[in-house]
């Protein structure tokens, strides 16, 4: 259900049942967890891609797999979506979500949980939730609201309109665009160039962040007062700082 890869320190995770838009089922959603577990423990993996094959990037949960189940719904979400964003959101290493096609329901919270959003220009996020009167979750209620305010989370949520690229481009919901004929070849590229940043660096910074996102201004002034001693005592920061009076770029990759 998940298809692995590794090129240039880049490790991409294929969300593959493309006849079902990648809906997720329990075998998926563990198998993703997993894969992020294992990309978090290699030592060759520097940045994390999440992507769907085929037309779907993932529609959410798979409705034709949740009837005779034996769980409640709050038992399901505890043990296959949340345990799911938490590791990816608390990855020592950026993830990329390459939202190839419709994200939806719990696939729009895992395209909205990616350190970087890449979008292909037909790609569309759908809260669409409300469809079946469920609740967002796997963390929409979170992301959203802090990426377009409570205002449009909630019309987004409340109608389940289709967001298209370009909407979602200017309303934060992704960083980047491309063109669908080159969007997997753009994805390995931005994610190269992730890769080549200062690893041990970017993994502070997204504790930093992550952190901010919930505290207060103090806190967060104590919080990078004690990272920036963990980068600063790195050795990447003497190359950074070396390579910058040599007047050469910095080598921030090390075996
Ligand atoms: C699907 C699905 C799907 C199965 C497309 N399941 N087959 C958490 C915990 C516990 C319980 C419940 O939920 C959750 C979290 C959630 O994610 S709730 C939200 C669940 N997802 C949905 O309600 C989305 C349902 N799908 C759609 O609304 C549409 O398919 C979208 C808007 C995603 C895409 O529309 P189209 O591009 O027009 O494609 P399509 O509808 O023709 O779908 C293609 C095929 O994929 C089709 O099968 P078929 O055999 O006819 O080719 C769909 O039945 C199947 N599919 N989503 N979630």
Redesign the pocket.
Known sequence: VILGDTRAGVRTLTLNRP???N??NDALLLALTEELRAAEADPAVRVVVVTGAGR?FC??????D?SGRDMT?TE??NHT?NPLIRTLRGLGKPVVTAVNG?A????ASLALSGDIRLWAQSASL?E??S??A?VP??GSTWFLPRLVGYHRAFELMALAE?VNAEEALRLGLCERVYPDDTFREEVQAYAERLAARPAHALKLTKQALNAAMTGTLDEALDHEARLQQLAGDHWEHEEGVTAFKARRAPEFVRE
């Open positions: 006849d079902r838009l809906a997720a779907g529609a959410g949960q798979d409705l034709g949740v719904f399901h979400l979506y419709v939806a329901g719990a696939g759908i669409v939730f469809n079946i469920l979750d796997s289709r």
